[in-house]
């Protein structure tokens, strides 16, 4: 059963057409860009200030770039089309946790992409944004009784971590039949990237079940061979920091498993891999590398089988759909030396780039200047930390960065900062959550006017009271 099939019991025209549209046969043309990216950039930093988006009553935002991230999606959507037999069914899931917006969620089912979802959080996301179960895909190590059993009464496609698991599945299934297109994930084992922290591959790794350790690869095509309701297999060996020919290896090694199962099923039992994320980002320049078509070419080069059309596909891609399209846009309030080094205090710091500001070797950032009126600083540049807010020194996005000397009331600029920045909050010093605002130009004004859409107020200080015990007072004295 592919996912076309599936298609065609569902009822509802809209989900179908949507459905139409996201495993569509033609190759989706990627959007136009009339703008490069680092150009519609300036026009929004510019616009922010003169729109009072970020001031001094207001430090700082964060702003994401609405026709990259069309183009994005149009982009990978246009690389699997190209490699994959006409027909091949393909759901890309936008990883949710790299940006758990609704609007972003809801802008990119629009552009045909599903969700990949890991908590029931993530869930609910997805579904507020209006994605259908059948685009939508729970994967997370630690699913509880409950999450497994709405996910199967919702078809949501599902797949088991492990064994213990998949006995858990095994009584649901029992218990209530499911439309649920369930699957195993595995872990190749093909090895580590650059960042430990992110490598899902390694011998080791807390994730899937273990395809080298003794006895598991028999394990899950005996798993299979006992339950023809499993029809997937699911591998996410990528990451940042991953060289893409690992990345492959993986979804190599994952294919191999599917064909072996369905050799010995003697039917195709596995009708879809689903091959995770994990394509890396560059953080060094604007340049998109590797880029989705990159990825996908390599597979169509090492894994043609897999490509073919007997196998539908489903993508997991989060922060190579994101990063690129996100700024963080902060005042700097003021500016010190110490030490012979200039330092720029701005509003940006922990609280919303997190990873660098506590593992920067692995997570360095681009920070480009802007003058108080929203322009591009020009001058010769000089070393300078820019540092946040919070009360730690550690708290810096840069150390000795090279930039034009800033000024009180500039602003930087935090590129690239779309997924896991400052959709991830960190609430250090009771900082409150930046609001986050769309942008795009506005071909109806003249001039290239940029026009911005909220997708999430700042936070108030109302509510980091109330979040923080303000309506439990008195709720220890009690005790
Ligand atoms: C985090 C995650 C992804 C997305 O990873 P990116 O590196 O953001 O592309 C996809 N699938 C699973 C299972 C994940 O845990």
Request: proline share 7%; aromatic share 4%.
């Amino acid at each position: 059963m592919g996912l076309d099939d599936r298609t065609d019991r569902r009822s509802d025209e809209d989900e179908t057409d949507q459905l139409t549209r996201v495993l569509g046969q033609a190759a989706p043309q990627a959007a136009p860009q009339v703008t490069p990216a680092s150009d519609r950039r300036d026009q929004a930093v510019r616009a922010a200030v003169e729109q009072g988006v970020v001031s001094p009553a207001t430090p700082l935002a964060g702003l994401l770039d609405v026709a990259g991230i069309r183009a994005g999606a149009a982009a990978l959507r246009a690389a699997f089309a190209e490699v994959t037999a006409p027909g091949t069914p393909v759901l890309h899931a936008f990883a949710v946790k790299a940006t758990p917006l609704v609007p972003v969620l809801r802008l990119l089912h629009d552009a045909g992409i599903g969700a990949e979802v890991a908590s029931p959080g993530e869930l609910a996301l997805a579904r507020a944004a209006g994605i259908p179960p059948a685009h939508t895909v729970l994967d997370s190590p630690a699913k509880t009784p409950a999450e497994l059993r709405e996910a199967l009464a919702l078809g949501i496609a599902v797949n088991a971590d492990n064994p213990q698991e998949l006995a858990r599945i095994d009584a649901l299934v029992q218990s209530a039949p499911t439309r649920s297109p369930v699957g195993i994930r595995v872990n190749p084992q093909v090895g580590g990237g650059a960042i430990e922290a992110l490598s899902t591959a390694t011998a080791t790794s807390k994730f899937g079940v273990p395809l080298r350790d003794e006895g598991a690869r028999e394990w899950v095509v005996r798993a299979c061979l006992d339950r023809p309701w499993l029809t997937r297999l699911h591998a996410h060996s990528g990451s940042q920091g991953m060289p893409l020919e690992l990345m492959v290896g993986g979804v190599a090694a994952t294919y191999e498993l599917a064909e072996e199962i369905n050799a010995r099923a003697g039917r195709r039992q596995i009708d879809t891999v689903d091959i995770g994320g994990g394509l890396p980002v560059n953080f060094a320049s604007d340049e998109q590398t590797p880029t989705h078509a990159d990825y996908a070419r390599l597979l169509a080069r090492e894994v043609p089988g897999l490509l073919d059309g007997r196998y539908g596909l489903v993508t997991e891609f989060g922060r190579s759909l994101l990063a690129k399209h996100g700024t963080l846009l902060a005042r700097v309030e003021y500016v010190k030396s110490a030490g012979g080094r200039g330092i720029a205090l701005t509003h940006a710091g922990v609280q919303v780039a997190t990873r660098t500001v506590y593992a920067p070797e692995s997570w360095p950032l681009r920070i480009a200047a802007y003058d108080a009126k929203g322009r591009p600083k020009p001058g010769p540049a000089t070393g300078q930390d820019i540092a946040g807010p919070a009360c730690f020194a550690g708290d810096l996005l840069a150390r000795d960065r090279a930039l034009p000397p800033l000024e009180q009331g500039d602003y930087v600029a935090v590129l690239d900062t779309g997924a896991y920045y400052f959709a991830h909050h960190y609430s250090y010093n009771s900082l409150a959550r930046p609001g986050i605002h769309g942008f795009a130009a506005d071909a109806r004004a003249a001039g290239g006017a940029v026009r911005f859409s909220t997708v999430r107020e700042q936070q108030r200080v109302e509510e980091i009271v109330a979040e923080s015990g303000g309506g439990a007072r008195d709720a220890l004295r009690e005790l």
